[in-house]
């Protein structure tokens, strides 16, 4: 059925049509109209002079004629107050059509499309990157000059906030990708609000009588563009509070109102009493943030210099609305994904459960999140980023247990296959995951393998906890089912439904309470993006105006630098003196200020006047403008615009050289020796010793480490040239040049070569020739998080100094056993031999003195019912010897034995127990129940089988009290 408009409407309804139109949209279709036409006549000429053939010509004035005509089209819908509904047309409404269009629709509008920013932000007050703008954080805030004045992205993002929504609403997500337009002190509010609505209403084809307007209550600048510029309605134009409409970077800083765009699925409801918070009828799908204002301080809100616009569509969102689903996991963005899981647990999505489909959802939303976020170089670990990937791939393991997901065949794991679907749709939004795919798909498989046997220690430990429970009479804690929960990957439900089949109640509101507790952090660490992080520094950038040069590449000292800024307890001095600590701006610096690894350069200020200053470390600040000096008055005082000399110490820069540059030589190494899938994650450049990280899947051997060195060294010893050389980014990739993923990189970028060995983006300080670092060892190799190994190293004069250090223990060694040092291998090993005998022996001689004290005790067993008892305290035997005696007891008490034995030593308890299999049948007895009761009264724990357990405790003036209550136990249930 065709769409209202002025073609089908009728005379009266055509009249009062015009009426309404306002004067100012009656002269933007005249303009629009004649525009039209002349781009039509332009066109067309153009096309006639530069066509050869008659035919070809024919063509393509055919072609430009369907053109234009579907611009009058475009002009004659938006005079009525309609739009041409895209669809028709055929367009892309795929997830990469919807991206491709919005992207071009503001590239045909000057925006530089730019491409996405790493999931790891630069940003420090960030863990993950949240929002489109963050990459823009810097020019928002004035520390970085705009590169281009308009910009569109999309941007993968990742949110845990709301981790328990995802799968059972129609639209959360931890990933998703958000595109957006910015605007740099360049256009504002009436251009993105009339672009908006042209993007929605036009190229996606929206009916714009489905389309509704949010508003800050107090814009009525906004509300007057969307009402008279755009033509919006009133009755679809809501005002609402701050806390929906009104954006701010924090408590300080830029802010602004926004307007968002609403999409109604039920218009049938009717426009009274519409509620743009209801999520069965709304779904939000762009939010433009219009940052006009800065708030100081005292809370006081003065307008910005330069006007900025930040925008964001959610492009599952606008997938949802225009592929026509009930929620955002059906659209192509996620679906692909949801049905290779569902296929290998042999289901069809479309006939799953409901408890099914949000299973097979958080597949699909946690899947697409680790594949980006381990593409950007974030490992599973137990802190930080690398816990987030543990989390999402861990509730991606445990979905897919409980819907049977097995393995392909010859896979160990069931998470690679289901990634290589994500990692097939990411090329559009990030070209790296593609580039990526054996890192993660071997990163997944390692993290599965290594959950399932936390998943099977889990297990254990709820059974523990289910027969505790029984034994107090008590339910299960809130605190332990999250423990489960949260660290053993267990679902509620599971627990909860586990616990009822052995008759024990779960503590829900405890298990509610430390989720919120958890949640609550997660939103502290996840929700906001601090952009006032640096104030007062990055005030002093903006009051300055001009940028620090650093001469350090060719100096180590400058006879003349201008003091431009002093700052002291966070705020802007003009002087300082008698032993204050102070950050220090100078016009020109030979200091190199810490970055990529490298240390900052220590050294001394001296004024003209007699003033010193001691620079301990030097930062960049303002979003790199500014070289700060962190420094120490010794002598005098220092001024603001006073001239002085600045000397970096000069051993300390050549030690810190030399670990630089070996540090580029050790990661050429590692991928000779491991292969090329080894990459830096992570470097520190210092005076004494440097530190690489980099991602490898296991522990590296010795007998690699010795070749690594052996290659490093070699290259050393060639005595190669370095060359340190400015180009074009493009010109570098070319070249091969070796980038740090994560790192962003300006249009221009330092290259370091070491021909034939070396080639990487480095902004720090090298030596000119590999003979000058002298020589390199490593110190150690170890891993720090799941699939990062940890490289420590010394070079040049820190060798030596380390095979000093190592001389002297050697010497002290081999003074101490009296044999010359070739010989303290073999005499060490003998030594241990000795030990190893001695102690097998002295534990021989414990158990047999055990066993000694034991016998005594046999006497005093007791026969309790058909079974013969003995609970007993042996002081001073350790619990090796207190099994031994334990077991010899149980042997002379013959059939039906039950022994329990307790020491003390000091504060510790050591306790043990045997039953015998008569003993579990007759009282219905496990000694680990029993005997986990008695340690718990001692202040510890422990457990076991049912016939044997031990276990410890620290208070052993509990010791006679507990084992009376044991014997207790077992005389009431064996006595019947």
Request: glycine share 10%.
């Amino acid at each position: 059925m065709p769409r209202p408009g002025f073609a089908h409407a009728t005379a009266p309804a055509l009249a009062h049509a015009r009426a309404r139109i306002s004067p100012v949209a009656r002269r933007r279709v005249v303009v629009m109209r004649t525009r039209v036409d002349g781009a039509a006549k332009s066109l067309v000429t153009q096309l006639r002079l530069a066509l050869g053939s008659t035919a070809s010509r024919a063509s393509s004035i055919a072609s430009a004629r369907r053109r234009v005509r579907a611009l009058g089209t475009a002009t004659n819908d938006q005079s009525t107050g309609t739009r041409a509904n895209p669809n028709a047309e055929g367009k892309d409404n795929s997830g990469r059509g919807i991206r491709r269009r919005f992207l071009e629709f503001y590239e045909a509008r000057g925006h530089s499309r730019q491409p996405s920013a790493s999931l790891v932000p630069e940003d420090p007050t960030v863990l993950l990157t949240i929002a489109g703008m963050l990459q823009f954080k810097p020019v928002f805030m004035g520390q970085r000059e705009r590169e281009m004045p308009r910009a569109t992205t999309t941007q993968k993002c990742v949110r845990t906030n709301d981790i328990e929504n995802v799968g059972v609403t129609a639209r959360h997500h931890t990933f998703f990708e958000m595109l957006g337009n910015f605007s740099f002190g360049d256009y504002f509010k009436r251009e993105a609000c009339e672009w908006a609505w042209e993007l929605a209403t036009n190229e996606f084809g929206l009916n714009p009588e489905r389309v509704w307007v949010s508003v800050f209550r107090e814009d009525d600048e906004a509300f007057a563009i969307w009402r008279d510029v755009v033509g919006v309605p009133e009755s679809r134009i809501k005002r609402m509070d701050e806390k929906d409409n009104f954006w701010a970077a924090g408590p300080t800083g830029p802010c602004g109102p926004c307007s968002e765009l609403y999409y109604d699925f039920h218009p049938e409801r009717g426009l009274d009493g519409a509620d743009l918070d209801d999520d069965s009828r709304f779904i939000e799908f762009y939010n433009l943030v219009f940052m006009e204002l800065n708030r100081d301080a005292d809370g006081g809100i003065k307008p910005l210099k330069n006007k900025n616009i930040d925008t964001g569509m959610g492009l599952e969102r606008m997938a949802q609305i225009l592929q026509g689903v009930s929620n955002n996991y059906e659209t192509d963005l996620i679906r692909p994904i949801i049905d290779k899981a569902a296929s290998m647990a042999g289901l069809d999505y479309a006939s799953c459960s409901a408890t099914q489909k949000q299973q097979l959802k958080v597949i699909g939303d946690h899947t697409r999140a680790v594949t980006y976020m381990i593409s950007d170089g974030v490992f599973a670990s137990n802190i930080g980023r690398g816990y987030i990937v543990r989390r999402l791939l861990r509730r991606v393991v445990r979905n897919g247990r409980l819907l049977g997901i097995k393995p392909a065949d010859g896979q160990s794991a069931f998470t690679p296959s289901i990634a290589e679907v994500a990692i097939s749709m990411s090329e559009e939004c990030d070209p790296q995951v593609v580039k990526n795919t054996a890192r993660i798909l071997a990163e997944l498989e390692r993290e599965e393998l290594s959950f399932q046997k936390t998943l099977g220690r889990g297990e254990e430990m709820l059974a523990e906890l289910i027969e505790k429970a029984k034994d107090s009479k008590s339910g299960l804690s809130g605190k332990d089912a999250f423990t489960l929960y949260d660290t053993y990957g267990f679902p509620l439900d599971i627990t909860t439904d586990v616990a009822s089949e052995a008759g024990i109640a779960v503590d829900l509101e405890g298990f509610e309470k430390a989720m919120a507790e958890q949640r609550s952090m997660s939103q502290a660490a996840h929700q906001t993006v601090d952009v006032t992080a640096g104030n007062a520094l990055a005030q002093v950038a903006d009051e300055l105006g001009a940028m620090s040069e650093f001469i350090g590449y060719d100096n180590i000292s400058s006879d003349v630098s201008n003091v431009l800024a002093i700052v002291s307890g966070g705020e802007s001095v003009e002087e300082a003196s008698g032993g204050a600590r102070v950050d220090v701006v100078l016009d020109v610096t030979p200091f190199y200020a810490e970055s990529g690894g490298q240390v900052g350069d220590n050294g001394f200020l001296h004024s003209a006047d007699g003033a010193v200053l001691k620079v301990t470390d030097v930062q960049k600040a303002g979003g790199g403008r500014i070289i700060v000096h962190s420094a120490t008055v010794v002598k005098g005082s220092i001024k603001k615009g006073s001239q002085v000399s600045a000397n970096v110490d000069e051993n300390a820069r050549r030690r810190a050289r030399n670990n630089h540059t070996a540090t580029h030589l050790l990661q050429s190494a590692l991928k000779k020796v491991l292969g090329d899938d080894v990459s830096q994650a992570g470097s520190l450049c210092g005076f004494d010793r440097l530190r690489f990280d980099f991602n490898c899947p296991k522990a590296v051997t010795e007998a690699q480490l010795l070749e690594v060195e052996t290659l490093v060294n070699g290259w050393i010893s060639q005595s190669a040239d370095l060359t340190a050389e400015e180009m074009p980014i493009a010109a570098a990739k070319e070249k091969g040049a070796t980038m740090m993923f994560g790192e962003k990189y300006g249009d221009v970028v330092r290259v370091v070569d070491v021909p034939g060995i070396s080639m990487e983006l480095c902004g720090g300080t090298h030596v000119s020739n590999t003979a000058e670092i002298g020589g390199f060892k490593i110190i150690s190799e170890a891993g720090i998080a799941s699939g990062i190994r940890r490289i420590e190293a010394v070079a040049g004069a820190g060798v030596v100094e380390l095979l000093q250090q190592r001389d002297a223990v050697v010497k002290q060694l081999a003074s101490t056993l009296r044999v010359p040092p070739e010989e303290i291998a073999s005499r060490v090993s003998g030594m241990q031999k000795d030990l190893v005998a001695a102690q097998k022996l002295a534990e021989s001689l414990r158990g047999e003195l055990a066993v000694a004290k034991a016998n005594a005790l046999v006497s005093e067993a007791r026969a309790v019912g058909e079974s013969k008892v003995l609970v007993a305290r042996l002081d001073g035997v350790d619990p090796g010897a207190l099994k031994v005696a334990a077991e010899n007891l149980a042997t002379q008490l013959g059939d039906g034995a039950a022994v329990i034995l307790g020491s003390a030593n000091g504060d510790n308890v050591g306790l043990v127990a045997l039953f015998d299999t008569k003993v579990q049948k007759d009282g219905d007895l496990k000694a680990g129940q029993v005997l986990g009761a008695a340690a718990k009264r001692c202040g510890g724990g422990g457990g076991g089988k049912p016939g044997f357990a031990q276990a410890g405790g620290r208070d052993a003036t509990q010791l006679d009290a507990a084992l009376d209550e044991a014997l207790q136990t077992l005389t009431t249930a064996l006595d019947k």
